[in-house]
């Protein structure tokens, strides 16, 4: 069974930085792609970022040069590494992956950005 838990929001001032974590369980999270989205209230869930099994990342232009992705193949974790966060950065961010023809998807962690 596939199981993505997301952790390590929180509320941060502008100029921040967060580290979000997606552990899996029932996959090899360095063997797939790797996904992270954010929904803001009210909008509608947007990609953020990925990482490739080939360890190939990409990002939106709405937060390159601010999120990198790293992965702990031991730990099965995905880190989702933000900084110069700003309040346009406040949504809930999801982990997503496909597998065998579904997607798979975590609660999400909040992520709060005060001005």
């Known amino acids: 069974q596939v199981k993505l838990v997301e952790s390590g929001g929180g509320l941060v001032q502008a100029g921040g930085s967060l580290r979000l974590s997606c552990a899996a369980s029932?996959?090899?999270?360095?063997?797939?792609?790797m996904n992270w989205y954010r929904q803001a209230s009210g909008k509608e869930r947007e990609w953020v970022a990925n990482?490739?099994?080939?360890?190939?990342?990409n990002w939106s232009d709405s937060v390159k040069v601010r999120v990198t992705i790293s992965r702990n193949h031991a730990r099965n974790t995905i880190y989702l590494h933000m900084s110069n966060l700003e309040p346009d950065d406040t949504a809930r961010y999801y982990c997503?992956?496909?597998?065998?023809?579904?997607?798979?998807w975590g609660q999400g962690t909040q992520v709060t950005v005060s001005s």
């Open positions: 997503k992956t496909p597998f065998r023809g579904d997607d798979y």
């Open positions: 990482v490739r099994s080939d360890g190939t990342t």
């Open positions: 029932g996959i090899v999270a360095s063997r797939m792609s």
